[in-house]
């Protein structure tokens, strides 16, 4: 396809002509075969995937205008897994109110207002609630505890062993905001699923000029479950924040859109690029992981984040898609157990590798029960690869300098 269709699509769509060629290589990806089997030729589909491509990234603008968001470039380095702070809250509490059947004691709970329990009423139908007045009149919170008929339970509710249920409270501390508003969470039920994820992205604001700088990305909601590939030169639409080293990710909108031609932007390639970042959390090995761990306070250890280069020893297929991939130091003296990289569907066409490929890793160190240290890892990349068995090639082994 010529240069002129895209630069011509480009300026109409309000996009770059590499992302518009990049976003096209995608959909081709993902319909060619299909459009090829249904009769088109393969200029018309190249056709109808640069017209899909085009549409998507004009949504992506109207979007991104309606949003309040702004674009930014760069790459995701480390993305962990989302923290559930409602689940964990839900179950919490189930296992402590379990452990007391007693209604009495469960009341004490209720007096202070971290829960509101519900019951069958067998004899009238429906439920009736035990529950504390103050949380319920919105009044500052005073310990107590009143009785009152419900007609159902409400969605947040969750059943305990012995048949009767509970919500926990979201908020008991604050009436109103600040501002003199009426806080919405106070004597509430709290959501049973609050998703949060904290991500780090080393990038700018398009259109500003300078270095890449650390921006860390916050998510919740339904944005907290968009799991960002790492170490990918992309584009993505993020809320700033006030002092430009926190940005937000806004659900349907902040979609990473891969652009290649974005790797410019960085001064050298990650293997050379983590160490300087990371400074003495770039480790040789898992052997080095206990140490490290050890020389953090406590409060750096709840977040600290490290990497390495590991080499690949297996790759074994999930039933549902994606793959789990072994890594293992690459020092044969190391007497670090391996570890498992879990790769959702969603990147599985990432693994053009095979066993004995090295991977650069990062993520968070910790120390298990029997004193080995262990890594949770939260980005990666490919650094030095070996094809897969199946189709193995050596002239396609690298030296080291691809991402």
Not at 2 to 12: D, G, I, R, S
Not at 30 to 51: F, H, I, P, T
Not at 219 to 246: H, M
Not at 375 to 387: E, F, M, Q, R
Request: glycine content about 10%; some cysteine; proline content about 5%.
């Amino acid at each position: 396809m010529e240069a002129e269709m895209f630069e011509k699509v480009a300026k109409n769509v309000g996009c770059t002509v590499a992302s518009l060629k990049e976003n096209h290589q995608r959909v081709l990806k993902e319909q060619g075969e299909n459009l090829r089997s249904a009769g088109k030729a393969d200029d018309e589909v190249e056709l109808m995937c640069l017209r899909v491509a085009a549409q998507q990234m004009r949504l992506q603008t109207q979007r991104l205008k309606r949003s309040g968001c702004d674009n930014y470039e760069g790459m995701f380095l480390s993305v962990p897994r989302y923290k559930d702070w409602g689940k964990f809250a839900y179950d919490k509490m189930a296992t402590q109110l379990n452990a007391m059947p007693d209604i009495e004691a469960r009341k004490i709970l209720v007096n202070s207002g971290a829960v509101i329990l519900y019951a069958h009423d067998d004899v009238d139908g429906g439920y009736y609630m035990v529950y504390n007045p103050s949380l319920a009149a919105k009044t500052p919170f005073t310990e107590g505890t009143a009785t009152a008929k419900a007609d159902k339970l409400p969605k947040e509710a969750v059943e305990l062993e012995d048949g009767t249920y509970f919500v926990c409270v979201w908020n008991k501390t604050m009436p109103t905001f600040p501002n003199g508003n009426e806080n919405f969470r106070y004597g509430k039920a709290r959501p049973k699923s609050e998703p949060e994820r904290t991500s780090m992205f080393l990038g700018r604001k398009v259109g500003e000029t300078g270095e890449p700088r650390m921006i860390t990305v916050k998510s919740s909601g339904e944005a907290a479950k968009d799991q960002y590939q790492t170490f990918v030169p992309c584009n993505i639409a993020l809320r700033s924040g006030k002092d430009g080293t926190v940005a937000y990710a806004k659900a349907g909108v902040s979609t990473v859109i891969p652009d290649d031609s974005l790797t410019s932007l960085f001064t050298s390639p990650p293997h050379e690029l983590m160490p300087k970042l990371l400074g003495n959390a770039w480790l040789t090995g898992l052997d080095n992981l206990e140490g490290w761990v050890s020389s953090l306070d406590e409060k750096e250890k709840w977040d600290a984040v490290c990497g390495m280069l590991l080499e690949v020893v297996h790759i074994d297929p999930r039933e549902k898609g994606g793959y789990i991939i072994t890594l293992g130091d690459m020092d044969l003296t190391s007497m670090a157990a391996p570890l498992d990289l879990y790769i959702g569907p969603n990147q599985e066409d990432l693994i053009d590798f095979g066993v004995g490929s090295v991977l650069g890793v990062v993520g968070n160190g910790w120390v298990g029960r029997e004193g080995d240290g262990r890594l949770t890892i939260n980005g990666w990349w490919a650094y030095d690869t070996v094809s897969p068995a199946e189709s193995a090639d050596f002239d396609d082994e690298t030296d080291g300098e691809e991402w």
